[in-house]
């Protein structure tokens, strides 16, 4: 199975922003990504960029480029992902100082994770936590 053995992620949370560029500033400075990779279109859009966060990454790019995603994606609803952080009230204190929307702050979960909640600036949900599920192999 692809990313097993090669320290690679296998799965990649994919989304599209209006203001892509204003997606990977916020993204990086209030939500603490790396990024890895930006390419712009023609016309200045984010064609694609790839951030990373631990051990995992997410790919993102702008709205209204025409292609085959960009029209899949058209009428889907907002996106929410869940990364796993060390410190959620660092992370929680970085976010707010960057102005990002708050929805939970810093919350005990019943289930021994340490939560937080977020919402971007297109309305994409970001949840970080404690909480890390084993995979098996």
């Keep these: 199975m692809a990313g097993t053995d090669t320290g690679r992620?296998?799965?990649?949370?994919?989304?599209?922003?209006?203001?892509?560029?204003?997606?990977?500033?916020q993204l990086t400075q209030a939500f603490g990504f790396t990024e890895l990779a930006v390419y712009?279109?023609?016309?200045?859009?984010?064609?694609?960029?790839?951030?990373?966060q631990g051990n995992g990454a997410i790919m993102l790019g702008s709205k209204g480029t025409g292609g085959r995603f960009d029209e899949a994606m058209k009428n889907a609803g907002p996106t929410g992902v869940y990364i796993v952080v060390d410190d959620?009230?660092?992370?929680?204190?970085?976010?707010?100082?960057?102005g990002a929307?708050?929805?939970?702050?810093?919350?005990d979960q019943?289930?021994?994770?340490?939560?937080?909640?977020a919402r971007d600036l297109e309305?994409?949900?970001?949840?970080?936590?404690t909480y890390a599920p084993e995979i098996g192999a």
Excluded: Q
Excluded at 40 to 52: M, P, Q, S, Y
């Design 9 to 25: 992620p296998s799965i990649y949370p994919t989304l599209l922003y209006k203001d892509a560029k204003e997606a990977v500033r």
């Design 40 to 52: 712009e279109g023609e016309n200045g859009t984010v064609a694609h960029a790839e951030l990373a």
């Design 88 to 98: 959620v009230d660092a992370h929680h204190r970085r976010a707010v100082e960057h």
């Design 101 to 107: 929307e708050i929805l939970m702050p810093p919350t």
């Design 110 to 117: 019943d289930y021994g994770s340490r939560d937080y909640m």
């Design 123 to 129: 309305g994409n949900i970001w949840s970080f936590g």
